[in-house]
């Protein structure tokens, strides 16, 4: 028998003591039979298990391997070592309590033998080392997480001597731990710059235990880079600061995200240009910089031209792309003190710091107008466009700069207005400002008031010396601007979402005139009616012809509609698509302003259009103009190999009429034959002919 604290009581005299030892020890002693059942247990084994006494445990627990092990294989093990060697000493394993709680224990046992060597019991003693194993538990998490982390962790003493540091550390630093190791934090890695009193933070966190914010650090190579750090001071004994903690993360990806997104709050996506907000800030700035030096300050506004029609015929891909091209061309046109922004949509905005006067602006000027002189390559087309600039100055037109911008647009709606590439404000267009907005107002009502009427101009053929159509014409009498050209309120209609209306109303009233005009027996003409892009692309539009025509009992032959190039240049096929549904239905379509637009000469062919209507631009200068005549020769040649008819319109003079119908074009429309006048004097007109048409050309 080998001996042990526990061999049986050797006698009665001496159980007494062994027995309060059992009784009072703090671990738990028990003796089991080798197949797992309690024989004895003393009270703190009860309690270290969870039971009310021995008797409680030695009833409940009557299969060790399976009630006590979380894992059975461990008394397995524990067996498995007493068989062989008759000790297990420090034997740590799961246990379950009582009310099934999880408890560490460590055990010491033996194997008590009978004479012949045969096991006949274990006896052990039973250590609680649960709060131990949490404790390593938590260690072994803390080192895992210092080395783990993505922080940079550097732990000093009291005297700021790195003690240890992390992988995180050496990767974001650079700096090894052994070199980093035994030497004063502040010298190498954390160096903090442009931080205002790195004293001020060791103090703070010595004596409020935590420091945190933002500083620099910086790499072996001495490059520097921002931080977010966080110093802990840790107590010691004497509760005095006896470690600091440093937590820093490297925020240069943050920096830069949040530089992006403050890219992005004050520059415009599309064209990367400062935004609206921007600019008036860099202009503000400006007008303070001027006024201080005693300068000038010129704002310029502009607005591409035609590119709300660019972007309805070709689709905003096409639009966008225009924007970023034209927005890198006006950055080449500038200095980089200058400012320049996008204010939105297709309106831009440079503003030159230091200006003696108008001229110097105008070198700018220049510039961005020799810019827009070459075509714009997007995808396969190959896009004309044009700018409009209007011009302010501090002082000299405004102090502020929002007064200085509307002024500058003030100036630009005047050059646009009058065809002029730029205007300079002057003071009279503040009342023109107010008038384009009025204009919107009144254009609301103008429908419901019945303020629009209609004009007929007829189309005439020269050869055969007859009126053979009449091209409607919108005219906007308003209660006290008087008349109101279509070609002024067209586009602000358009812009304000009220074209479609109109041009229902206009088509309506057109076919019911026309209709009047054959039940009184005149020779009917072809009425034709404008469109504007937003009505070609209606879906509706088909739908809308068919009902008015039915409605004033009027054939689809009887009925033109003019549209322009560009409406068809976005969709090709759609454009097609919509042509082919209205000339199946026999209505006729002619192309106006022929000549002026964007759509390749090789399209031309594709589209189911009638006619070809040459624009007054080429009709203008002719006879004289050599370049105009034999663009009017080709375009006549073009006609007859494709099949179109030919109208030219603006024909003012008899020797426009006569170089016209020498080249074959004779059908016209110009005030040589008659102005748009109202249907009562078409009305005459049809009765008695005009006069401009008994002459031979
Ligand atoms: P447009 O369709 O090219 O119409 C021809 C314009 O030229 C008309 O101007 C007409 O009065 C003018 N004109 C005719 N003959 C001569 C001439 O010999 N010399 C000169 N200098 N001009 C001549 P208006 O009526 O001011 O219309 C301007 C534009 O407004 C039209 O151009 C058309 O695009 C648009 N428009 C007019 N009425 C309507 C309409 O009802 N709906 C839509 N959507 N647009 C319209
Ligand atoms: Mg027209
Ligand atoms: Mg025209």
């Not at 194997?111 to 096991?119: S, T």
Request: aromatic content about 8%.
């Amino acid at each position: 028998m080998t001996g042990g604290a526990l061999s049986p009581p050797p006698g009665d005299d001496d159980l007494g003591g062994y027995r309060s030892l059992f009784e009072n020890a703090v671990e738990g002693i028990y003796r089991t039979t080798p197949d797992g059942r309690y024989l004895d247990a003393n009270p703190a084994l009860a309690r270290i298990y969870g039971y009310d006494g021995p008797a409680d445990l030695i009833a409940g627990l009557t299969d060790i391997a399976h009630d006590l092990y979380v894992n059975p294989t461990d008394r397995d093990r524990f067996k498995e070592s007493l068989d062989r060697d008759s000790v297990v000493r420090n034997f740590e394993a799961r246990v379950y309590g009582k009310n099934r709680d999880i408890i560490w224990i460590s055990e010491n046992a033996r194997a008590v033998r009978n004479a012949e060597g045969r096991v006949v019991c274990y006896e052990g003693t039973v250590q609680d080392i649960s709060e131990r194993k949490r404790a390593e538990e938590s260690l072994r998490l803390a080192a895992a997480v210092f080395e783990t982390v993505g922080e940079a962790i550097v732990v000093t003493d009291a005297n700021r001597v790195v003690l240890a540091v992390n992988a995180a550390f050496e990767r974001i630093t650079d700096w090894t731990a052994a070199e980093v190791t035994g030497r004063p934090c502040d010298l190498f890695a954390i160096e903090m710059i442009g931080f205002a009193d790195m004293e001020e933070v060791w103090r703070l966190a010595a004596s409020g235990g935590l420091w945190s914010g933002e500083s620099w650090a910086r790499r072996k190579d001495a490059d520097p880079f921002p931080t977010a750090l966080a110093v802990t001071a840790i107590a010691g004994e004497d509760s005095a600061a006896d470690r600091f903690v440093l937590l820093l993360r490297d925020i240069t990806s943050h920096r830069r995200d949040e530089q992006r997104i403050r890219f992005h709050a004050s520059h415009d996506s599309l064209t990367r240009l400062a935004n609206r907000r921007t600019v008036m800030e860099s202009l503000a700035d400006a007008i303070i910089r001027a006024e201080r030096n005693g300068e000038r300050l010129a704002v310029l506004y502009l607005d591409v031209n035609r590119f709300k029609d660019i972007n309805d015929s070709f689709g905003h891909a096409v639009g966008d792309e225009l924007l970023r091209q034209v927005a890198r061309r006006l950055k080449a046109c500038v200095r980089s003190s200058d400012i320049i922004g996008r204010l939105g949509g297709d309106e831009f905005v440079v503003v030159l710091p230091s200006v003696a006067d108008h001229g110097t602006a105008e070198v700018c000027i220049n510039k961005v107008l020799y810019a827009f002189a070459e075509p714009f390559a997007i995808n396969e087309l190959e896009l004309f466009s044009s700018t409009s600039i209007g011009v302010a100055l501090y002082p000299d037109d405004a102090d502020n700069a929002e007064s200085l911008l509307s002024r500058a647009d003030a100036a630009m709606y005047h050059a646009k207005r009058n065809g002029h590439a730029f205007s300079c404000f002057d003071t009279d267009m503040d009342r023109q400002v107010a008038d384009r907005v009025n204009l919107e107002n009144d254009l609301r009502h103008a429908l419901a008031d019945e303020q629009f009427r209609l004009a007929y101009q007829p189309k005439v053929d020269v050869a055969l010396g007859r009126i053979v159509g009449a091209e409607a014409l919108i005219r906007w009498r308003h209660p006290e601007r008087g008349d109101v050209s279509p070609a002024l309120f067209i586009p602000v209609a358009e812009r304000a979402g009220l074209i479609g209306a109109i041009d229902d109303w206009v088509l309506g009233q057109a076919c019911a005139q026309m209709a009047r005009w054959r039940a009184a027996g005149l020779e009917p003409p072809s009425i034709s009616v404008n469109l504007s892009p937003a009505q070609f692309h209606d879906g509706r539009l088909k739908d809308k012809v068919k009902t008015v025509l039915a409605k004033a009992g009027l054939p689809p032959t009887m009925l033109e509609l003019e549209i322009t190039e560009t409406m068809m240049a976005s969709d090709v096929d759609r454009a097609i698509e919509i042509l082919e549904q209205l000339t199946a239905m026999g209505v006729k379509v002619s192309l106006d302003d022929f000549g002026t637009g964007y759509s390749s000469l090789a399209y031309l062919k594709l589209f189911p259009v009638t006619t070809l209507k040459i624009d007054r631009t080429f009709v203008d200068d002719l006879p004289d103009d050599a370049k105009d005549g034999a663009i009017i020769a080709s375009i006549m040649a073009l006609a007859v190999n494709l099949g179109f008819a030919v109208i030219a319109e603006g024909v003012e003079t008899p020797g426009q009429a006569k170089f016209l119908a020498e080249r074959g074009c004779t059908t016209m429309q110009g005030y040589l034959f008659s102005r748009p006048v109202d249907a009562e004097a078409f009305t005459q007109l049809l009765e008695h002919g005009i006069p401009a048409l008994e002459q031979a050309y």
